[in-house]
């Protein structure tokens, strides 16, 4: 018998907005699964990401779970952890950097699949496009300013920066973050995690 799960990953390959690329056997890049208690929502899937099928598993990645505290086996492997991206496929290159993820996709496919997830308690957005949309923030809000008040978003979402080595120089800037937010972070997803 098919699950619920297998039917929207069906859904998603053929719907014809996907069509480009279900038509050179590129598969959606996610991870969703009833017993997950953290939902991580980033922007898109990079060209290696899409190309290896596995999602933060770059230096960025590195970065992200040291930032949440936990191990490359909690992270993959233990069920727990939700991965909805903003687009569940790479958007292509554009200019200095990749494509935003397509503005139409998550508001498709992400309710079908939380509806699937009810035990997830605590999403984590990670990056402008997550935030943006999930906070139903103006586009002159900054992102330094939501994460700096992340708590008034809890108990629901935390929100933070992309964890690309190229926010470095924010981090620098921004030394609340590595004091105050990411302890906070940590200690949240433990207790989550060990309950």
């Given amino acids: 018998m098919q699950s619920k799960f297998q039917k929207i990953f069906q859904e998603i390959q053929v719907d014809p907005e996907n069509a480009v690329f279900t038509k050179q056997g ?13 939902n991580i929502i980033g922007q898109a899937p990079g ?18 779970r040291a930032w949440l505290g936990v191990s490359r086996d909690v992270f993959y ?10 687009d569940f496929y790479y958007p292509g290159k554009g ?5 935003p993820p397509r ?14 997830m009810p035990n997830i308690q ?13 906070l139903h923030l103006r586009y002159k809000d900054r992102l330094t ?29 921004n030394p609340w973050f590595k004091q105050k937010v990411i302890p906070d972070l ?3 997803i433990q207790i989550i995690l060990n309950n």
């Fill in 26 to 38: 590129i598969k959606p890049l996610y991870y969703a699964s009833s017993s997950a208690r953290i």
């Fill in 186 to 188: 940590q200690r949240r």
């Fill in 77 to 86: 492997n233990s069920g727990m952890i939700a991965i909805l991206p903003m």
């Fill in 47 to 64: 060209r290696i990401a899409q190309e290896k099928m596995k999602f933060w598993d770059d230096p960025s990645g590195d970065r992200l």
């Fill in 122 to 134: 605590l999403t984590i957005l990670v990056g402008a496009y997550a935030t943006r949309r999930y």
């Fill in 145 to 173: 300013d939501v994460v700096r008040n992340y708590r008034q978003y809890l108990p629901d979402y935390f929100s933070i920066v992309h964890p690309s080595p190229r926010n470095q120089v924010w981090e620098s800037k």
């Fill in 103 to 116: 503005k139409d996709f998550a508001p498709k496919w992400h309710p079908q699949l939380l509806k699937l």
């Fill in 95 to 99: 200019g200095s950097s990749d494509l």
